[in-house]
């Protein structure tokens, strides 16, 4: 049987088992946790700071985005943030596997984002391994305050999740999708008409 070579960082990006505390993923917590300070610790009139600091954080950030503070996350390179999206206050992005977030993306606050995950077999948790899932949320999709995301779990565009909910399998596009575990209980049109520009850009612009 042929040795794997791989790092256990490229064991992490795959979604496999792997040790979370080798030197090379120990120090890049450490830096993402030093930019994640530098973030939160911001003045509310210092939008560009933030703008600037999180597009050093990760691994793509579209523009008139925002995310408020306080903010939290592994290790940022991995989290793929689309155009014209908001995040509020108190934000968890748990990024051992990509999330990606898509355009005019509403989450409430206190939303967790968990790309992270244990196994389920005592064994493999005594040997102190882990692994995660991508997270993929669509475009145009509002999440309500206080829903957790778990590792895996994809929500399609348009879609709608009520405050407090629990994701932990796909929800499909163009519904309303309630509860632990959350389940759809309504069907939506597709938007007809182009967005509207974001009012965050203008109170961006002002801080300038």
């Given at each position: 049987?042929a040795?794997d070579?791989?790092?256990?960082?490229?064991?992490?990006?795959?979604?496999?088992l792997?040790n979370a505390f080798?030197?090379?993923?120990?120090?890049e917590?450490?830096?993402?946790?030093?930019?994640?300070?530098?973030f939160?610790?911001?003045?509310p009139n210092?939008a560009?700071?933030?703008?600037e600091?999180?597009r050093?954080?990760?691994?793509?950030?579209?523009s008139?985005?925002?995310?408020?503070?306080?903010?939290k996350?592994?290790?940022g390179y991995n989290?793929?943030?689309?155009e014209?999206?908001?995040?509020?206050?108190?934000?968890?992005?748990?990024?051992?596997?990509?999330i990606?977030?898509?355009?005019?993306?509403?989450?409430?606050p206190d939303?967790?984002?968990?790309a992270?995950t244990h196994?389920?077999d005592?064994?493999?948790?005594?040997d102190g391994?882990?692994y995660?899932?991508?997270?993929?949320?669509g475009n145009?999709?509002?999440i309500?305050?206080?829903?957790?995301v778990?590792?895996?779990a994809?929500?399609?565009?348009?879609?709608?999740i009520?405050?407090?909910?629990?994701?932990?399998k796909?929800i499909?596009?163009?519904v309303?999708?309630?509860?632990?575990?959350?389940?759809?209980i309504?069907?939506l049109?597709?938007p007809?008409r182009a967005?509207?520009?974001f009012?965050?850009l203008?109170?961006?612009?002002?801080?300038?």
């Open positions: 049987m040795t070579t791989r790092t256990e960082k490229e064991k992490m990006l795959a979604g496999e792997y080798t030197p090379q993923l120990l120090s917590r450490a830096a993402c946790r030093e930019l994640i300070y530098d939160n610790s911001t003045r210092e560009v700071k933030r703008d600091i999180i050093k954080l990760f691994g793509q950030f579209g008139n985005s925002v995310i408020e503070t306080p903010f996350c592994d290790y989290i793929y943030w689309g014209n999206s908001f995040a509020n206050f108190n934000l968890i992005a748990l990024d051992t596997c990509p990606y977030v898509g355009n005019y993306v509403l989450l409430g939303v967790k984002l968990y992270a196994p389920t005592p064994q493999e948790r005594l391994v882990e995660g899932k991508p997270i993929r949320i145009n999709v509002w309500g305050g206080g829903t957790i778990v590792a895996g994809t929500i399609g565009d348009n879609s709608v009520g405050a407090g909910s629990v994701v932990v796909d499909p596009a163009n309303v999708a309630v509860g632990n575990p959350c389940k759809v309504k069907h049109k597709e007809t967005p509207n520009q009012q965050q203008t109170m961006f612009n002002l801080q300038k």
